[in-house]
């Protein structure tokens, strides 16, 4: 590798490097593409950890995801009319595609509608609330949705 001119030389092959962790910004890791359809879901990260929130529509497929920090809010858009399932994992250290510490899955027990204009938008809390409806189950890793 050339730095500013200098070679360096690595003592172990990239193979034997470790993969690293990053933490993102609070944003979509997949956007709809979908250039007709008005939904909206706002999510609130009120939690230490940070969070990753996964759509999924009635064929099993991931139709939009967020990567939301602790603390802050982020809104899925262009969501199309129909029922999906809502999958959170939360914990630290993200390697792109999870959460290599302190890693928990659940998912809304409840699907979400969206049919526009009478149900265009939900806002979910991914943390109790007075008052509060929603109810989660615990989902084992290997059965939470990709994020990609």
Do not use: M
């Not at 070679?7 to 979908?34: E, H, M, Q, Y």
Request: glycine content about 12%; hydrophobic content about 35%.
């Amino acid at each position: 590798i050339s730095n500013f001119g200098e070679d360096v030389d690595f003592i172990v092959g990239c193979d034997n490097v470790p993969w690293g962790t990053f933490r993102p910004r609070t944003g979509s890791l997949k956007a709809s593409r979908a250039r007709d359809a008005y939904g909206e879901l706002v999510v609130q990260n009120g939690v230490a950890k940070d969070s990753v929130i996964v759509l999924v529509d009635e064929t099993g497929e991931v139709t939009g995801s967020a990567y939301i920090r602790a603390g802050d809010e982020h809104t899925l858009r262009r969501i199309q009319d129909g029922t999906y399932q809502i999958y959170v994992t939360s914990g630290r250290e993200w390697d792109g595609t999870r959460f290599t510490k302190a890693a928990s899955y659940t998912k809304f027990s409840e699907s979400f509608e969206f049919k526009v204009p009478e149900i265009g938008g939900w806002e979910v809390t991914l943390y109790p609330v007075e008052g509060g409806t929603a109810e989660t189950d615990s989902v084992v890793q290997n059965e939470f949705p990709g994020v990609r």
